[in-house]
């Protein structure tokens, strides 16, 4: 089964196995399926009968053909392993169905092989990739070697970082499973490979039960994303792609300008108030005009804004109202926030009401474990439950009568809990729950907002949202800016999962003017640009915005809204310190010094994708100089401070 330039899969109709051919080597070797059906487990090698067949196909990734492998055995279900390939793809899928009667399952890996080998000894690196963004969780590029095993949620790449060539799986759909793959071994070669739907693990999802199980005739796993290739990061590129064809967005498109803006968590968080949210409408209306994009600037309202009033959702909105009103007569665009799928009175032995229903909201508790999900303070409510629903609808009714143009989404990991046994019961997983608890947000926002996702699934949430928050909450110290770009370093191919990622609200506060560029360096080359400073008094760091949120090339570079990509992938849990972009046959590149001492920086060209013979008019967008280089880019940082370099070919 040929796919793209050079790339075969060869299945072997007598052992039930497969192999992956790439790059005149043998990738994975004797690989099968697994699935478990009950108690039953079902393996494609044990399977005495396996007929093959193939159809051609069109889809969102070009022509093609789908090939399938159907497995009987007497007095077991039937197994289908199918393969999808295209001659213009560096990659391919594969998933498995069971099919029969009276079908349960809740782990279905269409992959399971005891080798696998990239054909490079050197830096190895597997990959952890986090489930979400929540409880300051980082990705982890961890050195393949004995003793150690690797889970990643969603998709893993496995990658030697001085060649580059590297080996991605990871899973395209996620509207059912949560995907797990596994990697163990040392040096190039692996000794463990399995990639599965069904992960639950209380580290990685937040679970505490096993995975939910599904049912019926005809049970299909999640579809996998395979492929090797000589730079790991085009292949992660390519699979982020990947998940915005075979998903397509829920959410309508976000066609608009990369948005900039303010957001109230970076410095007021619960001290917001009308008043304070007015004067720092002012000071952008009348101190930061030329922070804008295509003359707009979102002034969005995080956790909180019910100071403006009494009685919580059952109040009055009008000063919300006039707060969006006023934002709009200055020339900004209102936003507001909300947690749909988290309670946070809890706590409280009061008997309470749910908002715009008669439920209580113990009715809408999710439950696990014979219990409840608490996390992060707020307890999960079941997305399926309708006082779930009516008090989203509510909400959402009362915030759009404002006039509200952003809204930023949090806790969104809640509603992708499992459960014991949702209020709808033909909704058996997490992520079932999750879709259709995201599905009637969105149905009730009805196209009037931007969309801002901070705490969520990193893969699932790509069909809900316009931009996703890369990392957890970060604020102004050099310490911040390292932990969200280690999200950046290698989640940054999320920029094609979504319209824009997003390094969370940039504050400089009363750091150095060196941490203030490292920090807003992190949002120019993450994606969208949102500050977050008490600009309702005056400070240093208002002082630091004239000039830093005003510098005409780095609002221009900010505009492009598309994430930079790491040079290297050896950092383990920090961060890189090169990041590259090229726009417009313009090279940008970051450089970051997270140290407390200053550094020097020997950058070869050619390794950040340049040509090395030829010369560039180099220029640094901070301090505005200008040099020519050739061949390698040397430069210096303090400590905690950053730089910003655009290269053009002379």
């Known amino acids: 089964m040929p796919y793209g330039k050079n790339g075969r899969i060869e299945y072997h109709l007598q052992s039930g196995e497969f192999d992956l051919i790439a790059d005149s080597g043998t990738i994975i070797s004797g690989a099968y399926a697994v699935v478990k059906n009950r108690d039953a487990i079902l393996n494609s090698k044990e399977y005495p009968t396996r007929k093959h067949s193939q159809t051609a196909i069109k889809d969102g990734f070009g022509v093609g053909q789908k090939h399938s492998i159907v497995l009987t055995r007497k007095g077991s279900p039937t197994l289908q392993q199918i ?249 900004l665009q209102p936003g507001v926030y909300w947690a749909p799928f988290t309670d946070w009175g809890w706590k409280s032995r009061k008997v309470r009401k749910a908002e715009g229903g008669d439920y209580l909201f113990s009715d809408l508790w999710t439950k696990a474990n014979g219990t409840y999900h608490d996390f992060d303070g707020g307890r999960a409510l079941d997305p399926t439950h309708p006082g779930t629903k009516q008090r989203l609808t509510f909400a959402i009714k009362k915030l759009k009568e404002c006039g509200f143009k952003m809204i930023k989404i949090d806790f969104l990991g809640h509603a992708a809990i499992e459960s014991d046994g949702f209020y709808d019961r033909s909704v058996t997983t997490g992520m079932q729950a999750f879709r259709q608890g995201m599905e009637h947000l969105i149905d009730q926002l009805d196209g009037q907002m931007l969309i801002y996702a901070a705490i969520s699934p990193n893969l699932a949430m790509g069909r809900y949202a316009h931009t996703r928050r890369i990392a957890c909450d970060a604020w102004k110290t050099i310490k911040d800016t390292k932990y969200t770009l280690n999200g950046l370093t290698y989640g940054w191919w999320q920029t094609y999962v979504y319209n824009y990622i997003d390094a969370d609200h940039i504050v400089f506060g009363e750091e150095s003017e060196g941490a203030n560029r490292a920090r807003l360096t992190s949002g120019v080359i993450t994606g969208t640009f949102i500050t977050g400073d008490d600009y309702s008094v005056h400070g240093p760091w208002s002082v630091r915005a004239r000039q830093l949120l005003q510098n005409r090339s780095i609002l221009d570079l900010a505009k492009n809204g598309v994430a930079f990509k790491p040079v290297e992938g050896n950092s383990g849990k920090s961060a890189g310190e090169l990041f590259v972009r090229e726009i417009k046959g313009e090279w940008f590149l970051a450089v970051l010094n997270y140290d407390d001492h200053p550094k020097e920086y020997i950058i070869d060209l050619t390794r950040i994708g340049l040509d090395g013979s030829s010369e560039y008019l180099t220029s640094e967008l901070f301090q505005h100089s200008t040099f020519t280089t050739t061949g390698t880019l040397r430069t210096s940082l303090p400590a905690g401070d950053a730089a910003i370099f655009k290269l053009v070919r002379k």
Request: aromatic content about 16%.
């Open 83 to 331: 393969f999808y390939v295209y001659p213009d793809r560096e990659f391919f899928f594969t998933e498995v169905v069971v099919s029969g009667n009276s079908l349960k399952s809740n782990y279905m890996a269409p992959i399971v092989a005891e080798k696998a080998d990239i054909g490079v000894r050197g830096d190895n690196r597997s990959l952890f990739v986090p489930f979400d963004n929540d409880a300051f969780v980082s990705y982890d590029s961890r050195p393949v070697q004995v003793g150690q095993s690797l889970t990643s949620s969603e998709v893993a790449a496995v990658y030697e970082n001085y060649t580059r060539k590297g080996l991605i799986i990871g899973s395209v759909e996620h509207l059912e499973w949560k995907t797990g793959i596994t990697t163990a071994g040392v040096g190039q070669q692996l000794t463990e490979l399995k990639a599965w739907g069904g992960l639950s693990d209380e580290k990685i999802t937040r679970d505490k039960i096993p995975h939910g199980s599904l049912s019926g005739k005809s049970i299909k796993s999640p579809r996998l994303f395979v492929g090797f290739f000589d730079d790991w990061r085009d292949g992660l590129e390519a699979y982020g792609k990947a998940n915005r064809i075979t998903e397509k967005p829920y959410v309508f498109n976000w066609d608009k300008p990369t948005p900039f803006g303010w957001n109230s968590w970076g410095a007021i968080k619960s001290k917001i108030s009308f008043d304070k949210a007015v004067k720092v409408a002012d000071f952008f209306a009348d101190s930061l005009t030329g922070f804008r994009n295509d003359n707009t600037a979102y002034i969005d309202l995080d956790s909180f804004w019910d100071n403006f009033f009494s009685g919580g959702l059952n109040g009055d909105f009008s000063k919300l109202k006039e707060f969006a009103d006023y934002c709009q007569k200055k020339g």
